[in-house]
């Protein structure tokens, strides 16, 4: 029988995506995780009424920015019998919704908040379009009202200037392809996270992944990617 240090760490990953960014950093943050050896497990949260990406008009992306600025909550599916394991940390992903925790995120926790989270190390994942700190604040405070101990923070900004990426992110939300116009697409050439930020997450997995497996302690391996990094 193998001594119990010598056991491979576990990490599980909850998240939310809806147009594919945070889904994409968090498979560049597995990978990076199990390159160092660690155990994981990845559990997507599925909303009850699913959510289509884009919107698809303007009205509606203009009525889901006020639903989620009231941090409307959007029921979710159960999870899977995985997340009741223990892990050596929790990564919670997820999107920035008017300056809050995406509704599904919400939802988790409200539900399952103390049962999955009391006692156990969670570092925050935010994708977002610039303005996070709101975000943070919030979400860093409920879970440590479940009883997390928060260890730090990855925060990825999209890397587009402003007000560029305001504007191409709505038009994006309402259907339209602003990164292809003539006009815009010189200052917003692509939607989302770039590759360099992809590479940023394996590489923060990877770091990760060493800190566990000696025991460090993870605040130092908080970061802020992208020109949101000042935003308010």
């Known amino acids: 029988m193998q001594p119990a240090d010598s056991q491979p760490k576990k990490v599980l990953i909850l998240y939310y995506s809806l147009s594919a960014q945070t889904s994409g950093l968090v498979h560049r943050l597995g990978a990076g995780l199990e390159a160092q050896g660690v155990q994981l497990a990845c559990e997507r949260l599925q909303p009850l009424v699913p959510r289509h990406f884009p ?8 009525f889901l920015m006020f639903v989620t600025f009231l941090r409307t909550r959007m029921p979710i599916q159960p999870l899977s019998p995985i997340c009741g394991e223990h892990y050596d ?9 008017s300056y809050n925790p995406s509704g599904p995120v919400l939802s988790l926790l409200d539900r399952d908040g103390v049962r999955l989270f009391a006692g156990q190390q969670v570092l925050p ?5 610039g303005y996070w700190r709101m975000h943070w604040l919030s ?3 409920q879970l440590a009202r479940c009883g997390a101990m928060v260890v730090g923070r990855m925060i990825f900004a999209h890397p587009s200037k402003e007000p560029w990426r305001t504007i191409g992110v ?5 259907g339209r392809v602003p990164e292809r116009g003539r ?11 770039s ?5 940023q997450a394996f590489t923060c997995g990877q770091a990760i992944g060493q800190a ?3 025991g460090s302690s993870l605040a130092d391996l908080s970061f802020v990617a992208g020109p949101g990094q000042g935003s308010a």
Do not use: M, N
């Not at 919107?55 to 203009?62: D, E, K, N, R, Y």
């Not at 709505?170 to 309402?174: M, T």
């Not at 697409?185 to 989302?192: A, F, L, M, S």
């Open 55 to 62: 919107i698809g008009t303007v009205p509606a992306t203009l």
């Open 195 to 199: 590759r360099e930020q992809q590479d």
């Open 139 to 141: 979400l860093r405070w």
């Open 170 to 174: 709505f038009l994006k939300l309402a």
């Open 89 to 97: 940390l929790i990564v919670l992903a997820g999107p920035t919704w």
């Open 212 to 214: 566990l497996k000696r």
């Open 125 to 129: 994942l935010i994708s977002c379009r």
């Open 183 to 193: 006009w815009l697409g010189r200052h917003y050439p692509r939607y989302g996270h």
